[in-house]
């Protein structure tokens, strides 16, 4: 069956008591025993909830995993891998990180002795000058953000496999409907599902998908031994975003591309992200290893003073952090997003004053198009009334 239908259907045929097509929210958290040492399969709701499998099951199967599990946040997946790993052990990691994995390392996991070192995980060599006799997974973002740089997780699994070490993609940006990590042979795939699964700027939630039966069942002690699992109306409310995923992306794609192209040529812009543009470094990996692009890109302005009035002057794009929704958000990843990223390191990879942050939403592309050019023409203006 194709992923579009997959997705359409999720949990539509799971209720076999009602044949409700839409899956029931269970907000039980203890399940009655039919008698001792017998379950219904569901015991404690931490440790497993019927709406929850529901979405963990589709979730699975969409990702080309053998289990997925539904966490509380982005973050809390995160943590939840990350407490895979033991004091000692040292991680290989792509180096434009979103800024709360790399606070998350840097400020917690490393008291519990786990250490990372950041590279552009698309190059080998600094794969090899980065592995110690304690390093464990290689853990990396394609396309990163926001400089959407492109890993080749396909070449990065091959040489983690030959030295022994998992490797965990972060896929957030692409979605299982454009890229699946675990076919290109990664062992683990998180998701900020907050941002395009869901979709529509209203829901928090992680996703953990596993290949394999050793570490699939190590994950799940993890899961159910920290806690921070998704709550059944969070798991509906992903579920049921996830049904129109295929739309949304493809949407989200055409729009980003026709703005990107847009800006491209605008007299202030001094440079566009974006991978779906053949001039970009990552495109040709990019296009071999996904089905489309994301519906994220950023753009450096010419002038660091245009930042301001462009940010005030949006009216249909919403000045806003995150990404993935059905609506526009515009960011400044230098005091936004990645604040947290020491500046030195922000500096070195591109994420300076100049650069702003584009989560192109569903809306049509020429309302968007002309809502940009108005606050782009606005902050010329502004910056030109300046300097007379
Ligand atoms: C947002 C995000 C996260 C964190 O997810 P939350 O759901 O906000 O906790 C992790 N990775 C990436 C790439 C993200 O965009």
Redesign the pocket.
């Given at each position: 069956m194709k992923i579009e239908s997959r997705l359409a259907q999720i949990g539509s045929q799971k209720d076999t008591v009602t044949g409700a097509v839409s899956f029931p929210i269970y907000q039980a958290t203890a399940f009655r025993h039919p008698g001792l040492g017998e379950s219904t399969g569901f015991d404690y709701a931490r440790t497993k909830s019927p709406t929850r499998a529901v979405l963990e099951e589709a979730v699975a199967e969409i990702e080309s995993g053998d289990a997925a599990f539904a966490c509380s946040?982005?973050?809390?997946?995160?943590q939840t891998v990350f407490a895979y790993f033991s004091s000692g052990d040292h991680l290989i990691v792509s180096l434009d990180l979103?800024g709360?994995?790399y606070r998350l390392l840097e400020r917690i996991m490393k008291r519990f002795g786990v250490t990372a070192t950041y590279v552009d995980t698309n190059d080998l060599d600094q794969l090899g000058a980065s592995l110690t006799s304690n390093t464990k997974a290689i853990l990396i973002?394609t396309p990163t953000?926001p400089l959407m740089m492109i890993t080749d997780i396909a070449k990065v699994s091959t040489w983690a496999k030959s030295k022994g070490l998992l490797t965990i993609v972060?896929n957030?940006?692409l979605t299982p409907y454009f890229q699946r990590p675990l076919e290109l042979g990664a062992d683990i795939v998180?998701h900020?599902?907050?941002?395009y699964l869901a979709g529509h700027n209203d829901v928090?939630?992680?996703l953990i998908i596993t290949k394999g039966e050793e570490l699939s069942a190590e994950m799940a002690f993890l899961h159910n031994s920290i806690g921070a699992v998704l709550g059944p109306q969070d798991s509906f409310l992903l579920a049921r975003g996830m049904k129109t995923l295929a739309l949304r992306m493809e949407r989200h794609q055409s729009n980003a591309t026709a703005i990107a192209k847009f800006l491209q040529t605008h007299e202030a812009i001094a440079e566009v992200f974006y991978p779906a543009l053949p001039e970009h470094p990552g495109h040709s990996i990019q296009q071999g290893q996904s089905s489309g692009n994301t519906g994220i890109f950023s753009f450096k302005v010419k002038d660091a003073r245009y930042v301001a009035p462009i940010l005030s002057s949006v009216k249909l794009i919403a000045f806003a952090e995150?990404?993935g929704g059905v609506e526009s958000l515009m960011t400044y990843p230098a005091v936004q997003t990645h604040a947290d990223i020491p500046e030195e390191i922000r500096q070195a990879i591109g994420v300076d004053d100049r650069l702003l942050r584009f989560s192109v939403g569903i809306e049509h592309v020429d309302d968007l198009i002309a809502d940009l050019d108005q606050a782009l023409k606005f902050a010329m203006q502004e910056v030109a009334a300046l300097q007379n």
């Open positions: 946040s982005g973050m809390a997946a995160l979103y709360g994995t973002e953000n972060d957030t940006l998180i900020s599902a907050s941002k928090l939630a992680g995150s990404l």
